[in-house]
Nanobody, 125 residues
């Protein structure tokens, strides 16, 4: 069982930036791919970015490519999401997630099975 705690959300203006963090505990962090999902108001939770267990591969939904960067620090059991050039449509609750099985790529939404409580990101114009 893994516990995930997000932080770093808040209010930003269009064109601004935020950095989300997710601290993991409870199992061997370095063996699991991690990801970030977003649930916009009135919509289902959607995959935003994923990073492989080794950190060697990163995957993004098309709408955030070139603006968001996912990274991980295995020594700190933490995964990050750096967001720049924010848009109003980036608004939502951002959830950290871990894959259900070890040594994954972090590329498929269906592979994730553990979730944090979420952190709100609001981008205003």
């Amino acid at each position: 069982q893994v516990q995930l705690v997000e932080s770093g959300g808040g209010l930003a203006q269009v064109g601004g930036s935020l950095r989300l963090s997710c601290a993991a505990s409870g199992r061997t962090f370095r063996s699991y791919a991690m990801g970030w999902f977003c649930q916009a108001p009135g919509k289902e939770r959607e995959f935003v970015a994923g990073i492989s267990w080794s950190g060697g591969g990163a995957y993004y939904t098309d709408s955030v490519k070139g603006r968001f960067t996912i990274s991980r620090d295995n020594a700190k059991n933490t995964v990050y999401l750096q967001m720049i050039s924010l848009k109003v449509e980036d608004t939502g609750v951002y959830y950290c997630a871990a894959e259900k099985t070890p040594l994954g790529l972090g590329a498929r939404a269906a592979a994730f099975g553990s979730w944090g409580q979420g952190t709100q990101v609001t981008v205003s114009s």
